[in-house]
């Protein structure tokens, strides 16, 4: 589903990937976990060119993604243009949900399919609803995402995220912004669509969850992958034991 | 002497003023569309990756911002600029837009830069391109944060505007001036004048209002928005 070889990227002097591979296969749920700066983050945001990646190579569907970083590690526009495929393909979950405060639940919902996809707004509008609905949030359709507390937003963004019907969602840090009390309203949407086989990627502090929901767990530090495997393997693993001693202090 | 009847001044002259307020309104009006046009151009250099651009737009504004509009009124209409010999309306229209872009152009870039760069990471990440970004994130949300210190500058312009009666616009001051020197009657004249800028600029207030509510009110502002504007203004 994806694949990265190689994959580099440096912020001034400062490497935050250096050299990493990586396979995502249909329907895996991957949680990708490790200490702050280890460069999850830039590694999930690589995948869907948020971050433009220095050098290495990825494939997601069997399709290569070319990319040119600007001088600001970004996007060109040209590339912007040509790249919307990928950003259709691959869905986008963040820390701090950015719904756009303008738009009503529903209108954010429909913005990617109608916008981006050039839908039917009749057409995608049961669908949107159908979806609030499987998130319980179905009476919130015209509420204003500032109306919302933070665990409803993040669940109207994994539903906006949904609505592309892409091929696979990466989470980053779906619940770090959210009041302890939320976490779990946010994390147990999560299991549910893991179980309908949706190909996820997910960084996260939330152990726990990584341990119970994902197939695979990957430990980054450093800008690298220092272990990766089925949860029960990887947690056993002596410098995953040190970081996971520092979070439950 | 003859003391005329009270308001028969002010009725003989207001067909004069409603003129000269046309032509302010004229005037304001096409320098504030140059001005937003030529200070978006000048913002968006201002924000590029080339060095010698970013420069250059920063010079502009330096150079504008910092000359009295008198100043570039006088050169436009007197020592025809490149050859060029103006009228008056062209040269103020001139010498008002290029003013206004250098302010328009901070806020403008100002709004730009406020816009949430995770907004715009959502819009990528739903596979909008550049410019359906710029209509559906960029365009609402700047809108939003622009539009009191856009007004107040459209306000500053309209007053300002004033001053081009100096090199013989025939705008609602220089009328206004003319019924005074020949009457001396100050508040049929003057007072009816400033009436009739008050009317205008209460109409741009009266917009700022609409446009506020229409972008602001169903977001359920929040107080940080609030900060943000009130810094910019």
């Not at chain 2, 010498?95 to 995770?118: C, D, P, W």
């Not at chain 2, 359906?132 to 309209?158: A, S």
């Amino acid at each position: 589903m994806i694949s990265i070889t190689g994959l580099t990227k440096s912020y001034g002097s400062r490497e935050v990937l250096k050299d990493v591979d990586l396979r995502i296969l249909p329907g895996e749920v991957v949680a990708i976990i490790g200490p702050s700066g280890a460069g999850k983050s830039t590694l999930l945001r690589c995948i869907n060119m948020l971050e433009v990646p220095d050098s290495g190579r990825i494939h997601v569907d069997g399709r290569q993604v070319f990319y040119t970083p600007n001088s600001r590690g970004k996007l060109g526009v040209l590339d912007q243009f040509r790249l919307t495929w990928l950003r259709r393909e691959i869905s986008m979950v963040f820390q701090q949900f950015n719904l756009w405060p303008h738009r009503t639940v529903l209108d954010n919902l429909l913005e990617g399919p109608v916008i981006s996809k050039r839908e039917k707004r009749a057409v995608a509008e049961p669908r949107a609803l159908e979806k609030l609905r499987s998130v319980g949030l179905e009476e919130k359709a015209d509420a204003y995402p500032a109306d919302l507390s933070g665990g409803q937003q993040q669940r109207v963004a994994i539903c906006r995220a949904l609505m592309m019907e892409p091929k696979a969602i990466l989470f980053d840090e779906p619940t770090s912004a959210l009041d302890p009390e939320l976490v779990n309203e946010v994390l147990d949407i999560m299991a549910k669509l893991a179980k309908t086989g949706m190909t996820m990627v997910i960084v996260t502090h939330e152990m726990k969850f990584a341990r119970e929901v994902a197939d695979r767990v990957i430990f980054m530090e450093h800008g690298g992958i220092v272990a990766e495997g089925p949860p029960d393997e990887v947690f056993q693993h002596p410098r995953l034991r040190v970081y996971a001693s520092h979070l439950s202090h | 002497m003859n003391i005329p009847e009270p308001g028969s001044v002010a009725a003989e002259y207001f067909p004069i003023f409603l003129n000269g307020a046309l032509t302010t309104l004229g005037i304001v009006a096409a320098a504030i569309v140059c001005a937003t046009v030529l200070g978006y151009v000048i913002a968006t250099l201002r924000l590029s990756r080339i060095r010698a651009l970013r420069i250059f737009a920063a010079a502009y504004v330096w150079f504008f911002r910092g000359l009295p509009l008198m100043l570039s009124l006088f050169f436009f209409y007197y020592t025809k600029p490149f050859g060029l010999t103006l009228d008056a309306f062209s040269a103020g229209l001139i010498a008002m837009s290029l003013n206004s872009a250098s302010f328009f152009s901070e806020i403008i870039r100002a709004g730009l830069k406020s816009v949430n760069t995770g907004h715009l990471e959502a819009a990528d990440s739903v596979g909008m391109n550049p410019l359906q970004k710029f209509l559906r994130v960029t365009g609402p949300e700047g809108i939003r944060l622009m539009t009191p210190p856009y007004i107040n500058n459209c306000i500053i312009m309209l007053k300002e505007s004033a001053q081009i009666s100096v090199i013989t616009v025939p705008d609602l001051m220089l009328q206004g001036q003319k019924a005074y020197n020949s009457t001396y009657n100050v508040m049929e004249t003057l007072g009816v004048v400033a009436a009739m800028y008050l009317a205008m600029t209460s109409l741009l207030m009266a917009l700022q209002i609409i446009i506020e509510k229409k972008t602001g009110r169903k977001m359920g502002t929040t107080k940080s928005l609030r900060e943000t504007v009130g810094s910019m203004a």
